[in-house]
Every structure is written in C-alpha cells, then in structure tokens.
C-alpha cells in the first residue's frame, strides 16, 4: 500500500496520485454483480460509501477537508470529469486545454490562463480520455490515436495520444455550455451593431445564402446558432455536421452527423454522404456546421437549386479568402470545374459573407458583412455592406474601434422587395455612417 503523509498532500500532483491508487482500489472491491442491478442513485450512494470507507481508513491518516475533497474527487473521476470538474462548471471558461497531464491551460474572456490542476500521470490522463471518448461511443488507441467527440452538455471533446502527441496525451475542450447566447447577448458583447443585426435577421427571414467565415475559436458556429434562431418555424431544416453543436430552436429540425469508420475500416459517413441524402428529406434549407472539403459542390448545388436561405461557415482570414477557399473546396471534390466557371457558381450561389475576428485582445467582432454581387471579367465583385475599423486600445487592454454602414445598399434587398418585404423601412439601416451601439 502506498503512504504519504498529510503534509506531502498539499502537492496537488500527490493528491492526484493518491486519488487515482484510491480509485484503483475502489474498482477492485467493487462487486460488479450486485452493482448492475442499483439503479443509478443506489450506485452513486454505494460507491461514495466505499470512497469515504476508503479515505478513513487509510495511512496517508487524510484530515477532515482533505478527506471531504478526496471523496468528492473521486466520485468526479467516475461520474465527472475527474481533475476538469471544476472548469467544466465555470460558466467563464470557454476552452479547456491539456497539455499532457502536468499543465492544464483554460481560456477565459478570450485569453489563455494557466492552472494549478494536473493529472496523476499519463496514465491517469489516458484512462479519463479514454472514458470520455466510450461515452461518445468512440475509440482511442495506438492504432487510432486522434479522436473528436461531442460530450453530453454539447462541447466539443478532441484528443491526440502519443505517438503522435509526443509531450503525452493532449486533449482539447471547446465548452459550449446550456446557456445559447442570443444575438441581444453579442450586442450586448461589443461584437455586433444593432443595425447589423436588423440586416442580418432581414437576410435570414429573406432567404439568403450566407456563409460565416473567420479563424478557429473565432466564434462561427455561436453566430450561426444566433442568427438561425430567426428562420420561420414552418420550415424545415436539415442540419450537417461532423460533431453536433448547433442548438437550433424550430420544431423541424434535423440533426445529422458522420460517422467515423469502424474498427475494419468500413460504415464511415461523410458530410457530402449527408448532403447527397439531405437533399432527398425536402428540406427548405440546409446548414453545414463547417465546410471544409469536397462537400462544398453540393452545398452550392442545393443553393443554386431551390434551398434559398441555406448557411454555412468557412476558416478563412478575409472575405476574399473565403471564396478563395470555396473554389479550392470544389477541386477537392473531384469536379474538373474551369476557375471562370467555378467562381461563377459561387457568385450565383452565396449572398452573403459574414466575417467574424478574433482580435488580440481576446474579444470578439463581427469585422465585415459583405455582399458576392457577382464576377467581372473574371473577379469577383464584393461590396462590404458593413465593416469594424480599429483605432486601437485602452490601458486595460480591451479593443477601441467602431462600426460603420458603408453606404452601399445591397442588390439582395431589391429582390426581396419582389417578394413582399418592405424594403423602404430598412434603407436607413445602410445609411453611410458610424453605428449606434445602443438598442433603439
């Protein structure tokens, strides 16, 4: 048996150590037998027992608030989310980070901080990715060492072990929580104008092809869940992903995710999988979560075809960038499309290009909304409909800038006009001007 003494237990690797010896014990005295036929409470109260039985009895001789912090530790490693229960319900903590099992990293407001938590050892680390990765119904070994998986509260769970991970096992936790942010909250944020988010609810409502692009963690899908909340209830939607995060709130809605291949190498589905069958669901529109493949054909194609008013996101640096990207998407996809050709369809097919920046501050900013109006000999023509211009920060390091309207009053509003939107209320939103942040 292993021992240690009280003071040694201020040491939080210790206190790990000794928490992962407890947990061992507690699997081995447990009967498995008499174990399935509890119902989860009964279990739950079983195995606390056995961890206080354990923690009193003891030579490391663990005092009262130690003794408290060990039981509830370890039923976090068998129930919870071991070391990480405490980030994973803190409601600030945006993405958790583990940097094999001595440095855990968490972001908060948009900036990296480091924690005073660790694991064990790898193998500690490796048993909790391992047992979040079986809750998902997924797998991770030597032969399969990366893995992304959706965990129950909907964040997005990505791991890499050795050999490919050489500083040890790596896992990544992008929280989305219970709480949907509104697009009132991303106002509220500094992220958006209110007359951007009147003309984005208008481009919605309108049916336009949008697509969301920007860099990693710069906040795509939390706008598209967003904006989406604004699609009429009577329509149906099919959504595409590879792991689930959007949370959208019609009644016809239907989720749709891949599917990893199996242990032989076969059952993989993938997003074009999807989309060819979504187009068989009568969808009125489609939302891939992300497009980043030869998928992109055929998301064009149900926007060319009927599907108005589908959306997607896209990593890109600019506006330019990301239709740059969705004509080098298409080539991935095996069509043998001539560049002028393959502009135009996109031209034809998306309306409008929201860009989302991560600035380095940490905060948020919807940069530019733009409109595709078409492509002139051989260029595409973009008009930005609204844009963020920095003028730099203050003393306690948060952003300095403004919105502004452009003056440029898109052609997809003039089509609407044809469907029986009062365009005319919505023309002073496009006004050349600096934006009010404040709710009218």
Do not use: W
Request: overall charge negative; proline content about 4%; hydrophobic content about 40%.
């Amino acid at each position: 048996m292993v021992t240690t003494s009280s003071a040694t237990l201020n040491s939080h690797r210790e206190f790990q150590q000794l928490k992962s010896h407890l947990h061992r014990q507690m699997i081995d005295a447990i009967d498995y037998s008499r174990a399935e036929s509890m119902s989860p409470d009964e279990l739950r109260d079983q195995l606390k027992g056995l961890a206080e039985y354990l923690c009193a009895r003891h030579e490391s001789q663990l005092d009262g608030t130690q003794q408290e912090s060990m039981v509830n530790e370890i039923m976090d490693e068998i129930f919870g989310f071991g070391p990480l229960e405490s980030l994973m319900v803190d409601p600030e903590v945006t993405d958790i980070l583990v940097n094999g099992p001595n440095r855990i990293l968490v972001e908060r407001y948009g900036k990296l901080e480091s924690t005073n938590l660790s694991f064990a050892d790898d193998q500690h680390l490796m048993k909790f990715i391992q047992r979040m990765v079986g809750r998902a119904g997924r797998r991770i070994d030597e032969s399969n060492p990366i893995v992304d998986a959706r965990l129950p509260d909907g964040s997005r769970f990505n791991a890499v072990i050795p050999p490919l991970a050489l500083c040890g096992p790596t896992v990544s936790i992008r929280r989305f929580g219970n709480t949907r942010l509104t697009i009132e909250d991303v106002i509220e944020r500094g992220s958006l104008a209110p007359a951007m988010a009147d003309f984005l609810i208008l481009a919605v409502r309108g049916r336009m092809n949008m697509i969301v692009s920007g860099g990693t963690g710069a906040g795509k899908t939390t706008l598209l869940n967003c904006i989406s909340r604004f699609i009429p209830d009577g329509q149906r939607v099919v959504t595409i992903e590879e792991t689930a995060e959007l949370k959208l709130q019609q009644s016809d809605v239907i989720p749709l995710e891949t599917r990893l291949p199996n242990m032989e190498g076969k059952g993989a589905v993938t997003q074009r999988d999807l989309l060819r069958n979504a187009l068989r669901m009568r969808p009125d529109r489609i939302i891939v979560g992300e497009s980043r493949g030869g998928e992109v054909l055929d998301m064009l194609q149900a926007m060319n075809t009927g599907h108005d008013g589908s959306m997607s996101t896209v990593h890109a640096n600019n506006t330019r960038e990301t239709l740059d990207r969705l004509e080098m998407m298409i080539a991935l996809s095996g069509a043998d499309l001539p560049s002028r050709i393959a502009r135009q369809y996109i031209a034809n097919a998306i309306d409008i290009v929201i860009h989302v920046t991560r600035l380095h501050t940490g905060e948020r900013r919807i940069s530019r909304i733009s409109e595709v109006v078409a492509v002139k000999d051989g260029e595409y023509h973009v008009e930005d409909v609204f844009v963020y211009r920095s003028t730099g920060e203050t003393k306690d390091g948060k952003s300095l800038g403004a919105f502004y309207a452009t003056g440029y009053e898109p052609q997809a509003l003039r089509r609407l006009s044809q469907t029986g939107v009062a365009v005319d209320r919505y023309r002073p939103l496009f006004v050349p001007r600096e934006l009010e942040m404040k709710v009218l």
